[in-house]
């Protein structure tokens, strides 16, 4: 199947344009992040990320709750009011605040939910601070990407804050070993605010004439409930395992998954950079009525994404092991983890698309399921863990359970999702196509040749293996996939009036 005709030029031309951002991001995300896991893996050992990975978790769910969904919400706030602009956004801002302090001081009069011991007395003790930086940077992010500035996000998230993390953690490791990641991540984590917030007063402006409405910020915040639990729901389904590794296991098998589990994310951010412009191009077309446009919209955006995860994937989990022996030779051991996180953000593509129409068309069904399958997926978890403990598996097989639940819930969640949008939009709405499962099996041919060299060529697998597979699955996915409409994405648009 191929991208619907009845999608309208102008909303190709949007997608494109923020798709190309998109991977551009993608790229310089990729290339600050891998410094940092490569710094943290080889100089801080797992022990140390294990119990950063465990506190950074608390903090960013703190972070998203106090968003109270307006990453997402802001867009129709936007389309559907009547107010200056400037003045809802800075509302959003306001509440975000407020929701901000309450989690801030939560934290620190209870340290021990992010950490299991002794929580840190240095400078990582304001480690909660941090929460109002990266909520704010949402929002104004969230405001500037209605305006289609993609530009600062990619400025922001995938160059400021990784690069500052990986350039901070090497002379912090020598500083202050022990609280040297906190101390990093809350580095980052204000140099992108900054950078957030400086191109968002250039957009909207000071908030002249503004005064905060109580009335207006509190219905704002009701009205976005849904849409944060939604998020805090689809943030839990693929942070809910990491803390389940950290009640069962030492900080050193949460280390190991955590490293897995930020290579597999890395494919599964370019869904979430596709955020910003998918969500005011479907507000826009539902505003009108347009619901086959909508469908549309899903259908090509998850083609896109799934397409170029799946590609990753097979780049990351056939060299499994070299990739992860990079990161330092204790984490091989998460490779069958790796393996499973990779597929499941494929599978999750799905969901993912078709949850940003159904917050919109849906919230309450999204949220009913979002949430039922997070407890499928906690308690497969638990019952994989306990199984595979009960045959005497050694730890790093047990920490692949979590993996596998995810991998499975996410697939089911797909396939319900898919199925309710499209009864409600009166059309089909999922990606896949066949010509995905042939473009994966050449690569995984190509790839094999490859991982069955002898163990001194391993650095094959990755400096020739890598541009095979890649090379290999894109030809396929061009000459038998790809129709006009998915080659917008690498063709330049005329500018619009």
Not at 305 to 322: D, E, N, R, T, Y
Not at 379 to 393: C, E, K, Q, T
Not at 435 to 455: D, K, W
């Amino acid at each position: 199947m191929t991208a619907s005709a009845e999608t309208p030029p102008d909303d190709i031309a949007a997608l494109a344009k923020g798709g190309r951002t998109n991977v551009l991001g993608f790229a310089l995300r990729l290339a600050a992040r891998v410094p940092f896991l490569f710094v943290a893996g080889r100089l801080y050992g797992p022990d140390t990320v294990g119990k950063f990975a465990l506190a950074v978790v608390v903090v960013e769910l703190a972070a998203l709750i106090a968003t109270l969904g307006m990453k997402r919400g802001l867009a129709q706030a936007l389309s559907t009011t009547d107010r200056p602009h400037a003045h809802v956004v800075w509302d959003a801002l306001a509440v975000a605040f407020c929701a901000s302090v309450g989690a801030t001081l939560l934290l620190f009069a209870f340290p021990h939910i992010m950490y299991r011991g002794d929580a840190p007395q240095g400078v990582a003790h304001w480690l909660p601070a941090i929460v109002v930086a990266i909520a704010w940077s949402d929002i104004s992010l969230a405001a500037l990407a209605y305006r289609h500035n993609l530009r600062a996000t990619v400025t922001a998230r995938a160059v400021i804050e990784p690069w500052t993390i990986s350039i901070a953690a090497v002379p912090l490791w020598y500083l202050n070993p022990a609280d040297g990641l906190e101390i990093s991540y809350m580095l980052s984590m204000l140099a992108a605010v900054i950078a957030s917030l400086i191109p968002f007063v250039r957009s909207y402006g000071a908030p002249a004439g503004w005064k905060p409405r109580l009335a207006t910020i509190a219905a704002l915040a009701w009205r976005n409930v849904p849409l944060a639990g939604a998020d805090a729901i689809e943030w839990a389904t693929r942070n809910v395992d990491r803390f389940i590794l950290g009640q069962l296991f030492p900080p050193a098998i949460v280390g190991i998954y955590y490293m897995a589990q930020q290579i597999a994310s890395l494919p599964g951010r370019l869904k979430t950079s596709f955020d910003p412009i998918l969500g005011p191009v479907i507000t826009q077309s539902l505003a009108s009525g347009d619901r086959a446009a909508v469908a549309a919209q899903v259908r090509q955006v998850s083609f896109w994404i799934m397409a170029a995860q799946g590609g990753l994937a097979l780049m990351g989990s056939i060299p499994g092991k070299a990739v992860m022996g990079t990161i330092g030779p204790q984490f091989v051991y998460g490779t069958a983890a790796l393996a499973f996180l990779l597929i499941a953000e494929v599978l999750a593509a799905t969901a993912s698309t078709c949850e940003s129409a159904l917050v919109y068309v849906a919230r309450h069904w999204n949220l009913l399921i979002s949430g039922v399958m997070l407890g499928v997926q906690i308690a497969l978890s638990f019952g994989l863990i306990f199984l595979m403990r009960s045959w005497g598996w050694p730890d790093n097989y047990q920490a692949a359970g979590p993996a596998i639940a995810l991998m499975a819930s996410l697939a089911l969640t797909s396939f319900i999702k898919a199925r309710l949008l499209k009864t409600l939009l009166g059309a089909p709405v999922s990606g896949w196509r066949w010509q995905l499962a042939a473009a994966a099996g050449v690569a995984i041919i190509v790839g094999s040749a490859f991982t069955a060299l002898p163990h001194s060529l391993e650095w094959a697998e990755l400096v020739f293996g890598l541009p095979a597979i890649a090379a290999s699955y894109l030809f396929v996915i061009w000459r038998l996939a790809f129709g006009p409409e998915d080659r917008a994405l690498f063709q330049r648009m005329p500018r619009q009036d």
